[in-house]
């Protein structure tokens, strides 16, 4: 039986990344995979014939440049495509659209508000100060901040400096940026309802948590911290769905000498005298190596893949609290044809283009959170959805498109137990008559709908409540905290093993930073050399 | 009547009296101008009803730092002291807890309880610590500065690593998680959620409530006490304690205007045009009064104006008094139950769902409720055999929909005596009269902006190093002898004299310069 | 549901068909949202237009705000550095706004039109800074840019071509002065103002005569050289002047990203336009802090030896080595009417006193080489064109 170096549980893109460092530092990695395809939730299915859905994470801007190019990915098939702007269908027959070029931008944000379309220059401005804050922190490790050892003091005073140079001024918005809510961070700003709406879905997608409630201004960032060719803020698409980011991956992982293996479900962490030995499948094989990394949220690692008497009471206890959320769904759906937006001006280069959006009030929005709260999906949901197919010809035949609708809020359970076969109807229905309110023959086109709840993510990816950011963005789970207090190094407790998935820093999104970032500290234990690139930097 | 003050106060609610005390106790001649008849602020005894009196806004005294009662030589005649919390059953099985201990839950919780007091009283002595000192500057290279940062990193590191990890993690967070970890008792639950909520515009799921919990616990470990002749007797042992060291006060003097020279306050104007000069100006009204109102946009920046306007301070919590020909019957209650602290709050889910009427500016149509006695340790308060019920209610937003016209008050008002009758089936016929002073009230009676009790909502954006607003949170403002000294600025609100002590010191200091 | 049909185009200026007409190179950009053209037909004849007969530029783009109520003086007074109560009505003050910090937001006129109504221009858009400055104020603040049509009428024979149109009072009319003047049924206002350094006036009016005013004008101008000009020139002509654009030679502080990139008012050569002795205004306290404690930067206009364009070059001090790198030049050109290499540039304290000599390190390219020379360069004072027929009132007639 062959002996690898180390073995990576779950071919996501994080996994998938992290083996690629390893194996081009020379070791010799094997990626076990549970299903029959790559990806995770970074994945392009056909589940409807000539279809392609990325029937989980849908859009790409957070996926950092220093790993694309790095690992040479546009070598082995991604390619990143922007795409433009967003548009907000109003209840009362108009909308607010936005475009990727600033003036026409300006333009249309001054038909609502001359003021808001003004302020909106101060507004991204100062979002982009904090967006440099950030960048400097993704691929780096968060230091632990009780710790005395000369690495964390470095790291520590690295961080405390990017913070100073902002300048005593700056420091305090900072402050007040990373605590306050996104509401009332646009508050600040803007003035008009809809163009707050439009600006406030990016503070609340992914996680369980209302547009006013505080901390929400940073998951704000969160999305604007990526960018498509220095576009920071920008979003694109992957040619072929997102998939082909787990392919490139693979390609990577592969070119240097990794082999994944899929159908291959861990059933168990192997651990011996505190020192992990490698890994159970499913099927009963075993398979060993002295380092074994998990790509899986925490939870699922350490509550379902390992033994609770080989981990620490409090450390178990902390991650048995790990906040890790169902808070959203997604309605995956083959279209005859392009759906018609009569609120739209005809040719609009909106239509099919842009992030669309059926909500246009901060009150909509916040009663949508209501709905979680009280154990149900959103009545009047938040909808984020895009037709990648429009931008995207390798998606569907021609003619045909692909339209991936991100739904919040959407509960893992209903009232605490499992969803029924009607409930899961009635929420596809909520989503889908939302929809039609503003496009009349939207119903007609659909050829298939695919829904998808938390927990059928949970059941078919296996990230926990299917949370797309494996756990909250919340403070007590960022940075030094994430995913607990004292294990925020991407090391288990356990010898050996180590933690690489979204439920570490930095967090969810197609960034594949915490799979890079793990890799770093994993070569760094093995006194091998470091493969994982730095950060590009900005003056 | 003297030409020149060293300092003038506007304003003598408790904060004002205990920073007056303190500059007139260094030597410094002191002028405190009140706008209302009495002295007190919102810190007053109110006869709402012939002969039936109350504590008009607060009515637990919980946080009163000891440094201030120690350095105004205060003697607060306390009617009750080491008050209970009782979180009402409808049942009858109610939970009451006091100190770290608590009954009416399982063991499992009653352990629980006691180790998340022992952590909780812990994190809100470090705080304590700092909210008795004017917070430092940040990003600056002032060795003072610097010095108080290091200092708050090593008693951060001092208390061990998990400890500190913990607080690190918790700082941030809602209170509503934290007790969903811990504790199976709904009623708990719902007690402790309240705690951690009341007088902001939050609901137990915000996160920040970990922040709002320890600040209620900061000072005297949440001990609840109630005085004697209700709130209005503390402030005025504080006036007397200033009057004592040569303080004058004069009340009825509503202030108009800071006189500003070429960016450097000079006194003040009042409405009736009398004008006393001073080179130190101190206001214990908000930030948005002092600034926006009695100094004026004109005479300061523009951002700066901007953040003033944008501090958060709209109300939500609203005051019931009750005049009772009897006490209502509860189920399931001691006569000595009546004289501690009752709370309606019979889940976190129930707490929370009270605050989501509050962010579409409606009143919660099932609100929660702090009700206390005050009238069974105290007899002044109410005629013999007769009892005042003073109750906090929430949530009532200052920005109601209908701005609080005669039918949302009489709608409120129904509301909440629906909530009572399900615990006190007799209260309607106990109930000689009664009032509610909305947000709207405490606005128009206080001269607080918004009816906000703290002055401004306690949160991690408006706290500590951004208290009032980013650049200002050292008392001074950016007029040359303007300062702060009310709950707006650091530490924040209760009933606690910090602010007043903090900015007394800052101006003291300035005056060795 | 009706679609709202939005135009998602630049927009154009009313003066746009008569632009569109005299254009053969069709170089347009983008300015506040509109188009502007580059330059019409060639840009150094262009610029000739300006310095030696009549140069008309449109400005219709410039962003036009009118702040009227009981409170427009003080609310002014607290927005710009200088004191506006000097300003009296049918007056123009070039002025400066900051922001807490004291860094500069960006600079404009102010025209008092009328008794406490006033008008702010500026290139770039700040309605949402004039109206947070507003809070506090009985003021009203409103963008009109779209409501006026604008014309610089820049050169030498500008006042002759003007005076031809039969418009009253230019004889009297100072630099900074404005008047109204009744022409096609509606006001036309004339100030002479501009951004060349040279005589010169803008005239403002109602968009729908805006084509009457410019074929009157043109008509007026026919035997004096009149020329309709492009953004090329314009800028040309304002280096020579030594004023400065926003981007180019500071940064407007509300859009910086990096801390430290903004400048203050001291720090750009604007002391003359800050007042310490009026009452508060947006940056005082700090202003005074800088002016205290010292600078940081401070604007050099440079007098360069040779004739090669100093764009985007590094200055070094001028010791021994010419090692110490102290700021960079951020306007540059070949100035036709001086004959003359001029710059505009940034350099840190104490560096860049006038008089002072510097070296400036000029990398440019000929036929698809690149070269690299260090040329001397010295610190002056004054503008570099300053002619006397810019102040003379009345101007004397070509």
Redesign the interface.
């Known amino acids: 039986m062959k002996k690898y170096d180390a073995i990576v549980v779950g071919a996501g893109h994080n996994g998938l990344a992290n083996a690629a460092f390893l194996a081009k530092a020379g070791m010799d990695v094997l990626c076990v995979e549970k299903n029959d395809y790559i990806g995770g939730a970074a994945v392009s299915r056909e589940l409807y014939q000539d279809w392609k859905y990325s029937n989980c994470s849908y859009v790409c801007s957070l996926l950092r440049p220093e790993i694309y190019r790095n690992l040479e990915l546009h070598k082995h098939g991604l390619q990143i495509t922007p795409y433009g702007g967003s548009v907000q269908f109003m209840e009362n027959g108009d909308y607010f659209g936005s475009y990727h070029d600033p003036e026409a931008a300006h333009r249309e944000m001054a038909r609502h508000s001359k003021h808001d379309a003004d302020a909106y220059t101060r507004y991204s401005t100062d979002t982009m100060r904090q967006c440099r804050l950030i960048r400097n922190f993704l691929l780096r490790t968060a230091p632990d901040p009780t710790s005395f050892k000369p690495r964390d003091i470095k790291e520590l005073m690295l961080l405390g400096n990017k913070f100073l140079e902002l300048g005593e001024d700056r420091l305090y918005e900072a402050i007040r940026f990373w605590t306050m809510s996104v509401a009332d961070y646009l508050g600040e700003y803007f003035e008009t309802d809809v163009i707050k709406t439009a600006l406030s879905g990016s503070g609340i997608i992914g996680t369980a948590l209302g547009i006013h409630s505080p901390g929400t201004a940073y998951v704000l960032l969160h999305h604007y911290m990526g960018d498509v060719d220095g576009n920071v803020g920008s979003w694109g698409f992957a040619r072929g769905g997102m998939g082909a980011v787990s392919n490139a991956l693979a390609g990577a992982l592969q070119s240097y000498g990794g082999e994944i293996r899929s159908e291959s479900g861990v059933d168990q962490i192997i651990v011996k005298n505190n020192r992990v030995q490698g890994v159970a499948l499913e099927s009963g094989e075993e398979i060993y190596a002295p380092v074994v990394v998990s790509n899986m949220d925490v939870k699922r690692t350490f509550l379902n893949c390992m033994d609770e008497k080989d981990l620490p009471a409090s450390f178990y206890n902390r991650i048995k609290n790990f906040k890790i959320r169902g808070s959203s769904g997604k309605l995956n759906i083959a279209l005859d044809g392009m759906p018609t937006f009569p609120a739209l001006p005809p040719g609009s280069e909106l239509i099919g283009h842009a992030d669309m959006h059926f909500i246009d009030s901060m009150e909509r929005m916040e009663r949508a959170y209501d709905d979680w709260k009280d154990g149900t999906w959103s009545k009047d949901p938040y909808i984020d959805c895009t037709i990648p197919s429009a931008v995207d010809p390798t998606m569907t035949p021609p003619g045909k498109h692909f339209m991936s609708c991100f739904v919040q809020y959407c509960p893992a359970q209903i009232e605490g137990r499992a969803w029924t076969s009607e409930e899961r109807d009635a929420f596809t229905k909520s989503v889908i008559d939302q929809i039609s309110n503003y496009s009349p023959d939207f119903k007609d086109l659909i050829l298939h709908v695919e829904t998808r709840t938390p927990q059928d993510i949970e059941d078919q990816i296996g990230i926990t409540e299917g949370n797309i950011f494996h756990g909250e963005l919340t403070m007590d789970q960022l940075l030094f905290n994430r995913p607990v207090p004292g294990y925020a190094q991407y090391r288990a407790p356990v010898n050996g093993l180590y933690m690489c998935g979204s439920s570490t820093h930095p967090g969810g999104g197609v960034m594949a930073a915490p799979g890079a970032n793990a890799a770093r500290e994993i070569l760094y234990d093995l006194k091998l050399k470091n493969t994982v690139p730095e950060n590009f930097g900005d003056d | 009547m003297i030409d020149k003050y060293d300092a003038i106060v506007i304003g003598a609610g408790h904060n004002g009296l205990v920073c007056s005390a303190l500059l007139a106790k260094a030597g410094k001649n002191v002028l405190v101008l009140e706008a209302n008849d009495q002295v007190g602020g919102a810190a007053i005894t109110r006869e709402f009803a012939d002969g039936y009196s109350v504590s008009a806004c607060a009515h637990l005294l919980y946080k009163m730092q000891p440094q201030v009662e120690k350095d105004l030589n205060l003697n607060i005649n306390l009617a009750s002291d080491n008050l209970s919390t009782i979180v009402l059953s409808e049942v009858g099985e109610h939970v009451t807890y006091c100190g770290n201990k608590v009954t009416g839950v399982n063991e499992s919780d009653q352990k629980n309880f006691a180790e998340f007091f022992k952590r909780m009283t812990r994190f809100s002595d470090l705080l304590n610590t700092y909210l008795n000192k004017p917070p430092p500057r940040l990003g600056t290279k002032n060795k003072k500065d610097l010095f108080t940062l290091a200092m708050l990193g090593f008693d951060l590191r001092r208390m061990g690593k998990v400890e500190m990890r913990e607080f690190l993690r918790l700082i941030g967070m809602n209170i509503y998680d934290e007790l969903d970890e811990r504790f199976e008792s709904p009623l708990l639950k719902g007690g402790l959620s309240l705690d951690s909520v009341l007088g902001t515009h939050l609901g137990p799921r915000s996160p920040n409530t970990i922040l709002t919990y320890l600040f209620r616990m900061a000072g005297k470990h949440g001990t609840l006490s109630t005085p004697k002749g209700g709130m209005g007797s503390v402030t005025k042992a504080m006036s007397d304690s200033a009057k004592a060291a040569g303080v004058e006060i004069i009340t009825n003097a509503k202030v108009k205007k800071v006189i500003i020279e070429k960016g450097t306050a000079t006194g003040v104007e009042l409405n009736d045009g009398t004008i006393y000069n001073s080179e130190i100006v101190v206001s214990n009204a908000d930030p948005k009064k002092t600034m926006l109102e009695l100094v004026g946009a004109r005479n300061v920046e523009t951002r700066f104006t901007h953040r003033i306007d944008n501090i958060r301070m709209k109300g939500n919590a609203a005051k019931l008094h009750i005049a009772l020909n009897k006490l209502p019957t509860i189920k399931g209650f001691s006569e000595s139950d009546y004289s501690q602290r009752i709370l309606i709050a019979p889940d976190e889910n129930y707490v929370e769902r009270a605050f989501n009427s509050a962010k579409y500016g409606e009143s919660s149509p099932l609100p929660v409720l702090e009700i206390t006695f005050p009238s069974i340790k105290d007899s002044s308060l109410a005629p013999s055999g007769c009892h005042v019920m003073s109750a906090v209610v929430q949530y009532a937003p200052y920005q109601q929909k209908s701005d609080w016209n005669e039918e949302a008050r009489t709608n409120f008002k129904n509301d909440i005596f629906s909530v009572l009758k399900q615990h006190m089936p007799d209260i309607e016929n106990c109930c000689l009269s009664s009032e509610i002073l909305t947000p709207l009230d405490l606005e128009k009676e206080f001269h607080i902006t918004g009816g906000h009790w703290h002055h401004g909502e306690l949160t991690l954006d408006q706290f500590m190093f951004v208290r009032p607003v980013a650049g200002s949170a050292q008392y001074q403002m950016p007029i040359d002898g303007l300062y702060l000294c009310g709950a707006g600025s650091h530490p924040g609100g209760g009933i606690s004299g910090a602010s007043g002590r903090n900015a007394a010191q800052v101006i003291l200091k300035r005056e060795k310069r | 549901?009706?679609?709202?049909?939005?135009?998602?185009g630049?927009?154009r200026s009313p003066f746009y068909p008569r632009l569109a007409e005299l254009d053969s190179l069709n170089t347009w950009h983008?300015w506040a949202?509109y188009s502007s053209a580059e330059a019409l037909y060639c840009e150094d004849m262009e610029y000739f237009a300006i310095r030696n007969s009549t140069g008309v530029f449109d400005i219709t783009p410039m962003t036009k705000y009118r702040i009227t109520g009981p409170d427009a003086l003080?609310?002014l007074?607290?927005?710009v550095t200088r004191d506006m109560r000097k300003i009296k009505p049918g007056r123009v003050a070039y002025a400066i706004w900051c922001?807490?910090?004291g860094q500069v937001i960006d600079d404009g006129t102010i025209f008092h039109l009328r008794e406490g109504e006033y008008r702010l221009c500026s290139q770039e858009?700040?309605?949402?800074?004039l109206?947070?400055?507003a809070?506090?104020?009985d003021v009203t603040v409103k963008?009109e840019t779209a409501e006026i049509a604008a014309l610089a009428v820049q050169g030498p024979t500008s006042y002759s071509v003007l005076k031809n149109m039969g418009i009253d009072g230019l004889d009297s009319l100072k630099p900074f002065g404005l008047i109204h003047h009744q022409i096609f049924g509606t006001e036309l206002m004339v100030s002479r103002t501009g951004f060349t350094g040279d005589l010169g006036y803008e005239l403002w009016i109602d968009p729908d005569k805006a084509i009457d005013l410019w074929d009157a004008l043109f008509a007026a101008g026919k035997l004096h050289g009149i020329q309709a000009i492009g953004t090329h020139a314009l800028d040309l002509a304002r280096k020579e002047a030594g004023y400065l654009a926003p981007f180019e030679d500071f940064l407007p502080a509300?859009?910086?990203?990096?801390?430290?990139r903004t400048r203050s008012p001291l720090e750009i050569g604007m002391e003359w336009l800050v007042d310490f002795n009026k009452?508060?205004f947006?940056?005082?306290?700090a202003l005074l802090k800088e002016k205290a404690e010292g600078s940081t930067w401070r604007l050099v206009k440079l007098d360069i030896e040779g004739n090669k364009t100093a764009d985007h070059s590094y200055i070094y001090a001028d010791d021994k080595k010419n090692s110490d790198e102290i700021g960079f030049i951020t306007s540059a050109a070949w100035s036709p009417v001086c004959k003359q290499n001029i710059a505009l540039g940034t350099v840190r304290t104490p560096h860049g006193k006038p008089g002072d000599n510097v070296w400036v390190e000029v990398y440019y390219q000929r036929e698809m080489h690149w070269n690299r020379v260090m040329a001397k360069a010295t610190v002056v004072d004054k503008p570099f064109w300053f002619p006397a027929r810019r102040g003379m009132t009345p101007p004397a007639p070509f």
């Open positions: 549901m009706t679609p709202v049909s939005i135009n998602t630049r927009l983008n949202g003080d609310y007074n607290r927005l922001d807490d910090q858009r700040h309605l949402a800074w109206t947070t400055a809070i506090g104020f963008e509300e859009t910086t990203v990096r801390t430290g009452d508060n947006n940056g005082r306290r």
